[in-house]
C-alpha cells in the first residue's frame, strides 16, 4: 500500500513539475551588470527540495519569475544534502532556502516566506 500512495504520489508531482515547466512565466529584466551583482549574491545561496513536491515547484517558478539562478540541491532520502539540511536546518521538510551571509548560516523554511524573501531582496 506505501508503495503505492508512493507512486502515485511521484506520478502526480512529476505531471506537476512538467505542467509548471511548460507554463513559467517570464523571466524578470534586468541589465547585465545588475544581473552579474544577483548572480554573485546568490553564490550564498542554495534550495534544498524535491522535484516533485508541490510547495518546491512553486518556490523554483518564482526562482524562474526573478531571474535568480540559485543552487538547487535534492534532499532525497540518500542524498548527502539531506544529510546536511537535518545538520545545518535541525529538520527534513522542503523547500529550505539557505542563506550564508556575514559568517551566519541561516536555514528558511516554508515556501511563501523564501518567495517574499527572494522579491524583496532582488524583485
Known sequence: ???????VREGLGSIIAFVSWLTRPAKLKRTPEAQAKVENELKN???YQFFACP??????????????PIELRNAQ???PHRQALEQGGGR??????RIDENGTNTWMYESGDIIQYLEQRFG
Open 92 to 97: 527534513i521538510k522542503v523547500p529550505c532556502l
Open 45 to 47: 545561496f542554495a534550495l
Open 1 to 7: 500500500m506505501k508503495l503505492l500512495i508512493k507512486l
Open 55 to 68: 510547495f518546491c515547484i512553486k518556490t523554483r517558478r518564482a526562482l524562474h519569475r526573478l531571474n535568480l
Open 77 to 79: 532520502a540518500g542524498s
